[in-house]
């Protein structure tokens, strides 16, 4: 039973195109996150929402729309799709807002060309 | 200069060995997190603390808030260690739940 899942794992797409990433968690938590780890491998959070409410948007071109349909998905939508997109994109989710452990899902590749 | 700086940034230890990867942060925190990704990708928690000291299996992780800095310890190193080691930190209020992260330290373990 995997606890975050993340679709597609792959993701292979044309400067311009508009895409999605669906995140899922079976946790029963309420906080979820959107990470990218650039090619150097280094972590930045985009997004976190509490309770499907967004509160942390980290300085994020507005072409990334995240949404939350309920507490247990989050997804990514990216529009007009850029070469500097190309990265892991990796969700998580979190008990509650307040600092606790973090649940990674497996990671979705984007590859824009 | 990252808010959040790990040393080494690569390692090689031969089995069995004794290993302490090291975090220095120079915000105020909440919290500080440990973190494990797999060269598959993957990525796991290893340990969540504020303060004192945790530890898990072969794993220890310390963290002296005073001085800013975590150590993770791994004691009889095997091959399976083999992996990036990511500190992250935590800030307080509207920082709360808002990671940044270290470089990460690659470790590997040879038989």
């Known amino acids: 039973d995997t606890a975050v899942s993340q679709t597609p794992k792959y993701l292979v797409t044309q400067m311009g195109n508009d895409k999605s990433i669906k995140c899922e968690q079976n946790l029963g938590h309420d906080t979820m996150y959107w990470y990218k780890q650039d090619s150097k491998k280094f972590l930045k959070i985009m997004f976190s929402y509490n309770n499907k409410e967004l509160i942390i948007n980290e300085t994020v071109p507005n072409r990334f729309s995240p949404k939350s349909p309920d507490k247990a998905h989050l997804n990514l939508h990216i529009n007009s799709l850029e070469l500097g997109d190309s990265a892991v994109y990796f969700c998580?989710?979190?008990?509650?807002?307040?600092?606790?452990?973090?649940?990674f899902g497996p990671g979705t590749r984007l590859t824009v060309t | 200069k990252n808010e959040v700086e790990q040393s080494p940034q690569n390692l090689t230890a031969q089995e069995g060995e004794f290993i302490t990867i090291n975090c220095s942060y120079s915000v105020g925190i909440s919290a500080l997190h440990w973190l494990q990704q797999h060269p598959g990708g993957g990525i796991v928690s290893l340990f969540m603390l504020s303060s004192g000291k945790k530890k898990h299996g072969r794993l220890i992780a310390t963290i002296n808030i005073q001085e800013k800095h975590s150590s993770l310890h791994i004691t009889a190193s095997h091959p399976r260690d083999s992996a990036v080691y990511i500190c992250?930190?935590?800030?307080?209020?509207?920082?709360?739940?808002?990671?940044?992260f270290g470089t990460g330290t690659l470790l590997a373990v040879q038989p």
């Open positions: 992250a930190v935590e800030g307080y209020g509207g920082a709360t739940n808002k990671l940044i």
């Open positions: 998580a989710s979190s008990l509650a807002w307040g600092s606790y452990e973090q649940y």
